[in-house]
């Protein structure tokens, strides 16, 4: 039977409340206590831990936390997964486990602003691991590019803010035949797609967006086998042990209640981006999304992706200039309270940004022109609230305001 990661999330063993709540219940406490003081130093030695039910300390593992990456591990089919205080720094400490000084990395040109700053500037000026950016859908480009101290072939699922879609499969290969690590973040498409599935060796996700679906949580997490899990969190030599971004409790708990409703929300987002979406191209406008059969990515999405979650939640238009993106978002925000001017996605309402002056802008315009980024471009995350015709009716009252229609 072929992967679904909602009825995967229906299998995990469920997590009561201390006294029998449906829910789990939150464990507030920084620190454990062992039965006898012989137990402390196999509790360091590592001989005990977490799945044996014994903590240490909260930085380490915390049981509520434990909790929701097993909820990640069971949404990704992974071994196991790792949550984090957010999305940037659980890819971080995924690159610098990997990576040791003198290491490389082959990654898309197209990925998440921060990702990109983290590669072309940080990593090389503080740890001496340099990356070669490449059109990640050009799989010569990609082989190419791979040298005997490439680690890791990096990239989005779906890129942002181009919708370029990954061919996992031919990455993996290209990966694995140099015994590189193909690491995806699935930001963009949790539900949709499952990169494990397909080859990856990590999935990170920047829970932040659809996975908290509320905008009201930082949040990230690594999804990978138990043996890499493990050694992100070795107390001597593990990045997320040792860097510390650390999920809190609380957080943790508040997460694992979204996580029900994921699928139910994924499809809605896809349903209401596929309608919009078609009824741009039908009227001519520069449209891009990946549920449309003229996406080049569409054929490949359409095969890697699992049944019933649609094509994602985000599309872009390209408005042709700066100004009238920027009128366009006035309007649609200040006049027909369509939507929020704001970075980020996978909110309940709609979310719109210039992508070239605001998510890519660490990129240089040499960068933006190379990934396609316009500066007309309007990405846009599609919400669920108010209904699908109302909105529709906003929107392209608002684009005759601006002359597109
Ligand atoms: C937001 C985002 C990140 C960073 O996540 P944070 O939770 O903000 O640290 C990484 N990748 C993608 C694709 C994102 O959209």
């Given at each position: 039977?072929?992967?679904?990661?909602?009825r995967s999330l229906a299998m995990v063993r469920h997590e009561f409340g201390?006294?029998?709540?449906?829910?789990?219940?939150?464990e507030a406490s920084t620190t454990f206590t062992v039965m006898d003081a012989a137990s402390m130093p196999e509790l360091f030695q590592g001989h005990r831990g977490p799945e044996g039910g014994c903590y240490l300390y909260g930085r380490h593992f915390n049981p509520t936390v434990y909790v929701l990456g097993r909820y990640l591990a069971a949404l990704e089919g992974t071994q196991a997964?790792?949550?984090t205080a957010s999305g940037l720094s659980a890819i971080a400490c995924t690159l610098m486990q990997i990576c040791s000084p003198g290491d490389h990395i082959v990654a898309a040109e197209t990925i998440y602003g921060g990702t990109h700053a983290l590669l072309k500037e940080f990593l090389p000026a503080k740890t001496g691991v340099h990356t070669t950016f490449v059109d990640?859908?050009?799989n010569d480009a990609v082989a190419a590019a791979m040298t005997d101290r490439t680690k890791v072939v990096y990239c989005e699922t779906l890129a942002n803010p181009t919708l370029v879609v990954a061919d996992l499969p031919r990455l993996a290969a290209i990966a694995h035949a140099r015994g590189a690590k193909l690491v995806v973040d699935n930001t963009f498409s949790p539900m949709i797609l499952s990169p494990a599935q397909h080859g990856a060796d990590v999935v990170v996700h920047s829970m932040t967006k659809f996975l908290g679906g509320a905008s009201d949580i930082i949040a990230g997490a690594v999804c990978a086998s138990q043996e890499f899990i493990v050694s992100m969190m070795d107390l001597h030599t593990g990045s997320l042990m040792l860097l510390g971004p650390t999920m809190d409790p609380k957080v943790a708990a508040a997460?694992?209640?979204?996580?029900p409703h994921l699928g139910l929300r994924m499809t809605e987002h896809s349903?209401?981006?596929?309608?919009f979406a078609e009824r741009l191209a039908e009227r001519g406008l520069a449209v891009t999304y990946p549920g449309l059969p003229s996406h080049p990515g569409h054929e490949l999405l359409r095969a890697l992706a699992n049944e019933g979650y649609g094509f994602g939640g985000l599309f872009t238009l390209d408005t042709g200039s700066k100004e009238t993106a920027?009128?366009?978002?006035d309007i649609l925000q200040n006049e027909h309270r369509f939507g929020f001017l704001a970075v980020s996605l996978g909110y309940f309402d709609t979310l719109m940004s210039c992508s070239a002056s605001s998510t890519s802008s660490e990129l240089s315009d040499e960068d933006l022109q190379a990934a396609g980024i316009r500066p007309g471009l309007v990405r846009i995350s599609i919400g669920y609230t108010g209904t699908l015709e109302q909105r529709w009716a906003q929107f392209a009252e608002a684009l005759q305001k601006v002359g597109l229609l």
């Open positions: 039977m072929t992967f679904d990661p909602q201390e006294h029998g709540g449906v829910n789990m219940s939150i997964a790792y949550c990640i859908g050009n997460l694992a209640l979204r996580l349903r209401r981006a596929q309608a920027f009128r366009l978002m």
